[in-house]
């Protein structure tokens, strides 16, 4: 084998790496924004702060044993639809008591 065949082929394989280095990047691009999505939610919704939604989807990840970024999926299905697995649904609002606010901020008086 010439040393321009192996350089070639050292060439190929980084391609290789590369493109899957590309799609592992864009797999993670769009599982963030399916995140950042549902902790949206959670702050329209549950009335709770940015840092708190994401406290809750890790909550109910965690205790469901399912990955946060399917468990993003089923509350932006939700909110698409209105369905949502029992025990997802019996978790988010757990997660929410446990996390969001204690009571419903009053509007000022001014």
């Known amino acids: 084998m010439s040393a321009r065949q192996d350089d070639l082929g050292v060439?190929?394989?980084?391609?290789?790496?590369?493109?899957?280095?590309?799609?592992?990047?864009?797999?993670?691009?769009?599982?963030?924004?399916v995140v950042d999505q549902a902790i949206g939610m959670m702050v329209a919704l549950g009335r709770v702060t940015p840092d708190e939604g994401w406290v809750v989807l890790k909550d109910v990840s965690q205790r469901t044993n399912i990955k946060l970024r399917n468990v993003a999926d089923l509350i932006l299905i939700w909110g698409r639809n209105g369905d949502l697995p029992p025990e997802i649904h019996a978790e988010l609002e757990a997660a929410l008591d446990r996390h969001g606010p204690a009571q419903i901020p009053e509007a000022s008086s001014e």
Not at 15 to 32: G, T, Y
Request: glycine share 4%.
């Open 11 to 33: 060439e190929a394989g980084r391609i290789f790496e590369l493109q899957a280095e590309v799609e592992q990047l864009k797999e993670a691009v769009s599982s963030h924004a």
